[in-house]
């Protein structure tokens, strides 16, 4: 019960502070991670703990899946190489700088030191796109920060189950290695299975209630299975969904994605504020527990890793910018060269999140030097989402990017076609009806050839919305009235829901958060 009351806490302080976020364009990580630490703080706090190895499963194969989902192969391939660059090079190289600092400041065995490296080496992709969304910044930026997220979670939680597992095996280089080898191929075959086995089940289910409730369990699903056979439940996760996203949408009723969208988009974000509230609890007990002394040095090691984590992607990105433009220079590079105002933003773009800390939370109890441990992935997280998220906007003001038109002009491109595609089949009808949606695409294939969105713009649409608010007002007052009962007004009023979802101009019915 204690720790229900202090979920709910957290919930409202949570809703309180994203108040703030919204006015003062804040990332909303960062809220909730000054929410957790209050709730956290506060004397009546409960000692709670999570179980490791549903800390992995609980808190990171949604994210995981909901990252994959966002990220087709054909992002992968256009931009291969930043991505290459920020996922795998620059993870890896802020895990073995923070290895390195963990050895030789804290003394902590080389395994120990390695899984604090893979914690927080990953950056939060929903913590930076919670800003990017709020600027017009150039669209090969904005993806390629975005499609990062998902790559180097995977790298990292594949260093840090490494790391794990060496701690608590000395055969690690003979018997794990040889099934970590075996893990990684088994894990993208299963992650294919299983979601080719989602594509029969789900399709049946689609539009109905069992049918959202099965993409829980079937991602919790493929999580644990490929626990249980020992194969890499990370890559089976992100395949899984790669899968899905490539076939399920165009099959899916429209009912059932906007709704499939807006559960998960609650979830996740319940999910941060779980992991948040957790992290402080725990963290809130190790200080406690620790002696003075101790401590003083935890906070001090905190202090250096947080340094080590922003200097060395920083260094990175900057460094790959100068060699691909030195490359580009000699005619060498593949790929157009960043600028240095994008490179610099990239990795500025280095908030930690919620991978961070869950993976932190995942270290088993008697793991080595684990209080030192979970207070820096602690710090980094929340020194990251302060230093790094709220100045994050001022260095986008400040770089004064170009305006990116082309996600617009491809936007007009395609709506275009929609349109024509409508008028084609509207084509040789001559009845009333067909001869009034004639002229409304035909209106509207000359606002959309101009760059514009319809509904911003049509008349037709802004007397619907206005038709639309008398209906609702008109139904209230009928309900008032005793003159429909509540299940008359609940099925009208669903359909006043969707008729002003076809109405609204674009981005007026998208969750605000996300």
């Known amino acids: 019960m204690a720790f229900f009351e202090s979920m709910l806490t957290l919930l409202l302080v949570a809703i309180v502070f994203l108040q703030f976020s919204r006015r003062f364009r804040i990332p909303y990580p960062t809220m909730l991670s000054l929410a957790g630490v209050i709730v956290a703080a506060v004397p009546w706090a409960p000692e709670i703990a999570i179980d490791p190895d549903l800390a992995l499963a609980l808190l990171v194969a949604p994210v995981l899946f909901d990252a994959a989902y966002d990220l087709p192969p054909r992002t992968l391939r256009r931009n291969w190489m930043p991505l290459l660059s920020l996922a795998a090079i620059a993870?890896?190289?802020?895990?073995?700088?923070?290895?390195?600092?963990?050895?030789?400041?804290?003394?902590?065995?080389?395994?120990?030191?390695?899984?604090?490296?893979?914690?927080?080496?990953?950056?939060?992709?929903?913590?930076?796109?919670?800003?990017?969304?709020?600027?017009?910044?150039?669209?090969?930026?904005?993806?390629?920060l975005k499609g990062e997220s998902l790559l180097n979670d995977a790298v990292a939680l594949l260093i840090f189950s490494a790391a794990v597992t060496a701690a608590a095996s000395p055969t690690f280089f003979t018997g794990a290695l040889a099934e970590l080898a075996l893990a990684v191929p088994g894990g993208l075959i299963l992650g294919y299975l299983l979601g080719r086995l989602y594509m029969v089940v789900g399709l049946k289910l689609a539009g109905t209630l069992g049918g959202t409730l099965l993409e829980f369990v079937a991602t919790f699903g493929t999580w644990i299975i490929a626990e249980r056979l020992h194969l890499s439940a990370i890559l089976a996760i992100v395949v899984y969904a790669m899968v899905i996203a490539r076939y399920m949408p165009e099959r899916q009723t429209a009912r059932h994605r906007i709704h499939s969208y807006s559960v998960?988009?609650?979830?996740?974000?319940?999910?941060?504020?779980?992991?948040?509230?957790?992290?402080?609890?725990?963290?809130?007990?190790?200080?406690?527990?620790?002696?003075?002394?101790?401590?003083?040095?935890?906070?001090?090691?905190?202090?250096?890793?947080?340094?080590?984590?922003?200097?060395?992607?920083?260094?990175?990105?900057?460094?790959?910018?100068?060699?691909i433009n030195f490359l580009a220079a000699r005619g060498r590079a593949k790929q157009a060269a960043p600028t240095f105002a994008t490179s610099l933003l990239a990795g500025w773009c280095g908030m930690r999140g919620l991978v961070t800390l869950a993976t932190a939370l995942a270290l088993p109890i008697d793991f080595p030097d684990r209080d030192i441990i979970l207070l820096s992935a602690?710090?980094?997280?929340?020194?990251?989402?302060?230093?790094?998220?709220?100045?994050?906007?001022?260095?986008?003001?400040?770089?004064?990017?170009?305006?990116d038109t082309s996600l617009d002009r491809d936007l007009a491109r395609a709506r275009v076609a929609l349109i024509d595609a409508a008028l084609a089949e509207l084509a040789g009808g001559e009845d009333e009806s067909t001869r009034i949606l004639r002229d409304v695409y035909t209106s509207e294939r000359k606002i959309a050839a101009d760059g514009k969105h319809p509904r911003e713009v049509s008349k037709l649409d802004k007397q619907r919305r206005n038709v639309i608010v008398a209906k609702r007002a008109k139904l209230a007052a009928m309900r008032r009235a005793g003159e429909i009962d509540d299940d008359v007004f609940h099925m009208?009023?669903?359909?006043?829901?969707?008729?002003?979802?076809?109405?609204l101009p674009p981005g007026r019915d998208e969750i605000v958060e996300s």
């Not at 080389?110 to 913590?127: E, T």
């Not at 009208?492 to 109405?503: R, S, T």
């Open 492 to 503: 009208l009023e669903q359909e006043l829901d969707w008729a002003e979802l076809g109405a």
């Open 264 to 323: 998960w988009e609650a979830a996740v974000f319940l999910l941060n504020v779980l992991a948040f509230l957790l992290m402080g609890l725990q963290a809130r007990q190790i200080v406690l527990d620790l002696d003075p002394g101790r401590l003083n040095f935890a906070v001090t090691f905190a202090a250096a890793v947080f340094a080590t984590v922003i200097a060395v992607r920083l260094a990175w990105v900057l460094f790959y910018n100068r060699a």
């Open 91 to 144: 993870v890896v190289l802020t895990a073995a700088a923070v290895a390195v600092v963990g050895v030789t400041m804290a003394g902590l065995p080389i395994a120990a030191a390695v899984a604090l490296g893979a914690i927080v080496a990953p950056p939060d992709a929903a913590a930076a796109t919670a800003m990017l969304d709020r600027f017009a910044l150039p669209r090969q930026t904005y993806v390629v």
């Open 378 to 403: 602690l710090a980094v997280v929340l020194g990251t989402l302060i230093v790094q998220g709220l100045t994050l906007g001022s260095l986008i003001r400040f770089l004064n990017f170009e305006p």
